[in-house]
């Protein structure tokens, strides 16, 4: 039991470490005005993609924390107030999104992926808030982990660049960054969201009323 528990906090850990630090490099290009991020979309340029960025990354950092134990336990009413905090910047992050997606640079498979993101992203996340407020914690932890799964597309986006560019000279796949992007822009979530899946169906279905009075006595 203690090493499953140490096992499950270095994993949320490592979460946590790449959450904040993608959301904050996000940060970074909105405090230093994009001067040195070289992105640009014609969608509403400059503001669909600066917009995208600003929210992503604040939902990037207080998403993982939303998962704490102990801030619930101990701070509930922080935990409510970055939660709504988290649901605004998805939803703005996600309209956003999907606004610029299908002028992306990269392509249209690169904007419809990005698109079906940002269509999957607000909604899983308004949800997540419904949920809480009908006092269901059942559907509202299983809608927070599939949102915060598809929040998570920002990091593994990040993983997955690199990798593509290390097989890309290593001549397993075409070196053209568009080639390797339109299929990264599916990638970076939708095995997000099938390890989501597969987690849910892990955990063990309370009815809502004994879900409630857990979470209350938590």
């Not at 606004?99 to 996340?125: C, E, K, N, Q």
């Not at 808030?129 to 932890?141: G, P, Q």
């Amino acid at each position: 039991m203690a090493a499953a528990r140490a096992g499950s906090f270095t994993i949320w850990l490592v979460i946590v470490l790449l959450s904040v630090g993608v959301g904050g490099y996000a940060l970074f290009h909105v405090f230093t005005g994009f001067a040195y991020l070289p992105l640009s979309n014609p969608m509403f340029e400059p503001w669909g993609l600066r917009t995208h960025v600003a929210a992503s990354g604040v939902a990037m950092i207080l998403g993982a924390f939303q998962f704490s134990k102990t801030l619930r336990r101990k701070a509930p009413s922080l935990h409510r107030w970055t939660g709504r905090a988290y649901v605004l910047a998805c939803v703005i992050g996600g309209l956003a999104g999907g606004v610029i997606a299908l002028s992306s640079t990269a392509g249209l498979i690169a904007g419809a992926g990005f698109f079906m993101l940002a269509v999957l992203w607000a909604p899983f996340t308004l949800l997540a808030l419904v949920s809480a407020l009908r006092k269901d914690f059942i559907a509202h932890e299983r809608w927070m982990i599939r949102s915060f799964a598809l929040t998570f597309a920002a990091v593994t986006l990040r993983i997955q660049m690199p990798i593509a560019g290390g097989l890309g000279e290593a001549g397993v796949i075409p070196t053209d960054f568009v080639w390797s992007y339109q299929y990264i822009a599916w990638l970076a979530w939708v095995p997000n969201l099938i390890v989501a899946e597969l987690f849910i169906a892990t955990l063990p279905r309370l009815k809502p009323a004994k879900a409630s009075a857990a979470a209350a006595l938590a």
